[in-house]
């Protein structure tokens, strides 16, 4: 008799879960054994700072070591890290985070050889792990067969190699890593560019020194009164595995994703080609160049991007994917890009914030108790507001006087996110005003 295992922690492009209750040790060592039938060895495996990360680690590492695949140890690294050399040595690999979830929460990034995220691959996988024997899947306490086969590599250099060739800064920079899988190379590769670096919150801290491995405008106020006090130009800071990055200007304010992106657009693109941003994206990207929206996710926007032939895109999470770099985003390297960029134009990071113009946005969020009554309720609310919402790449639109509400399920936690964007900071409160009463009234 085949066990069922619940398959709500496959998402579009990982496996993600809550520690103990959705992702178990037995389960993670059935999944190390289920990614072996996509794989072949030696398999990379790093890992972001959490505890439960090395725990998962380890659970995986024996599901492999089982059916005799060999594993390589790069200990604490970025994600984007892990691609690269999965990407440089031809070899599978694995990244064990959750990324920005909260504590308690893990999970699981794969890469093919050529340090591509695995996408439609984890529906192969998901279907191999539910139809494992329990059998089949030695007890925890059974010694292994022979000693183990695991070796260990430091990337952490030719990462920071890789990050910094032909890039050059002299600006004062606040880099805030949050105590996260950045905190070694993204200070070593802003220095190695010229950067006057101050860090906060230096080293790895498996709690993210108390704080949240996500970066969002209301946990950046700290980074700017660093750089204020500081009179930096720029500050930075990433979460929990580093493909996200956001910064805040000399000011003290933060800049928003979209600013960040169209400079980014103008100085590596043409502008014949498109901009990539997500659903929730301002509306004023349109304004300022030609844009093409696309689904929130890593795997979205890189498959809009290759249609389109477009160089750069963007989450308004702080995703910024830069095609001509690496296949997926990484925050620590479009950090170097954008420094770099910002010394040759002698431009201040305000000014891009400027230039693009106000973004009058709020964010929040429904929780739920799974990823099926969160997307249960999705669907229920979309078809009673069916009639008065517009179409989206994801979720819908909800205009208001004076704005809109962007409203999508996410695809890594059971909660549903809404947006509200306003032509004015005043239309902001009509907005919420009609979240609540349209949106939670509803749920």
Known sequence: MHSREPLSIFHAYDVRGRWGEEISPSLGRK??????????????????????????????????????????????????AIGFACRESARFGLAITPSHNPLGYVGVKAFTRAGMPFSTQWVAVSRTLANLPASSVPK??????????????????????????????????????RGGATAQVAPAAL????????????????????????????????LAARVLRERAAIGVTFDGDGDRVLFVDETGTLLPPEAVALFLHERLATPRLPLVATADAS??????????????????????????????GFEVSSHYYLSDFAPDSDGVLTACILLDLLSSTRLRASALRKRFGPVHRLSGSLPFASMSE????????????????????DGFYLPFSGGRVHIRPSNTQPIIRWTVEGTARRSLGRGVAFVHQELLGLA
């Not at 599901?63 to 604490?76: Q, R, S």
């Not at 067969?145 to 002299?170: C, F």
């Not at 950067?195 to 700290?222: C, I, K, Q, W, Y």
Request: aromatic content about 4%; hydrophobic content about 35%.
């Open 140 to 177: 925890p306490s059974q010694p292994r067969q022979g000693p183990p086969r695991i070796s260990k590599e430091d990337w952490g250099p030719k990462y920071v190699g890789h990050l910094t060739t032909g890039r050059t800064t002299t600006l004062r920079v606040v880099v805030d890593t």
């Open 191 to 222: 220095q190695t560019m010229g950067a006057d670096v101050l860090s906060m919150r230096t080293g790895f801290s498996a709690r993210f020194f108390g704080g949240s491995p996500e970066p969002t405008t209301d946990n950046v106020r700290d």
């Open 283 to 312: 509306l004023r990207c349109e304004a300022k160049t030609l844009v093409v929206r696309s689904r929130i996710g890593s795997r979205f926007v890189t498959q809009a991007m290759k249609r389109s032939n477009a160089r750069v």
């Open 31 to 80: 999944l190390g054994r289920a990614l072996a039938s996509r794989m072949n060895g030696p398999i990379l495996i790093g890992r972001d700072t959490r505890s439960a990360s090395r725990l998962l680690q380890d659970s995986i590492t024996a599901g492999l070591w089982d059916v005799g695949l060999p594993t390589v140890e790069l200990g604490i690294l970025p994600t984007p």
């Open 374 to 393: 969160a997307r249960r309720t999705y669907r229920t609310l979309r078809a009673r507001l069916q009639s008065r919402s517009l179409a989206s790449p």
